[in-house]
């Protein structure tokens, strides 16, 4: 049963701004997996930028929206052998399903980019 459903867009030119810019940004917001990933890539930034979306949708999912108690880096997504994206759930996120929305969902997420933007859907089932 579907429990909770989140879409974000990004703008590339915007993250590789933000990336570029602040000192320790990329650390604060994605996991040393999710860098070391992006940063394989010939586009990172759109890589980054889908990672990011992936991260507003899923706590848009749960409910809450940007929560500042929660470190987005524990927030991860990676990608099983096939290219699918899925996240990976630390103590501090399964901790943080928990009290919002009573569960650790079976967390669907689909990626997508264009040269401008990138786009996260995530959806929330209940098994």
């Known amino acids: 049963m579907i429990q909770g459903i989140g ?3 990004v ?7 933000r990336i570029d810019a602040a ?4 650390e604060l ?18 890589s980054y930028a889908a990672r990011f979306a992936a991260k507003e949708a899923f706590l848009k999912a749960v409910g809450i929206g ?9 927030i991860e997504i990676t990608n099983n052998k096939a290219g699918k994206p ?13 009290t919002h929305i009573g ?4 967390a669907q997420v689909s990626l ?10 995530v959806l929330f089932n209940k098994n």
Do not use: W
Request: glycine share 2%; proline share 3%.
């Open 66 to 74: 940007i929560d500042f108690s929660i470190d987005l880096n524990q």
């Open 11 to 17: 703008d590339i030119a915007r993250m590789q701004q």
């Open 112 to 121: 997508s980019h264009s040269r401008e933007q990138a786009i996260a859907f």
């Open 86 to 98: 899925y996240f990976v759930y630390t103590k501090q996120v399964e901790a943080l399903l928990l």
């Open 29 to 46: 917001v994605f996991s040393p997996a999710e860098i070391t990933y992006c940063e394989s890539k010939a586009n990172k930034y759109e």
């Open 7 to 9: 879409v974000d867009i």
């Open 103 to 106: 569960f650790v969902p079976d």
């Open 23 to 26: 000192s320790g940004f990329r």
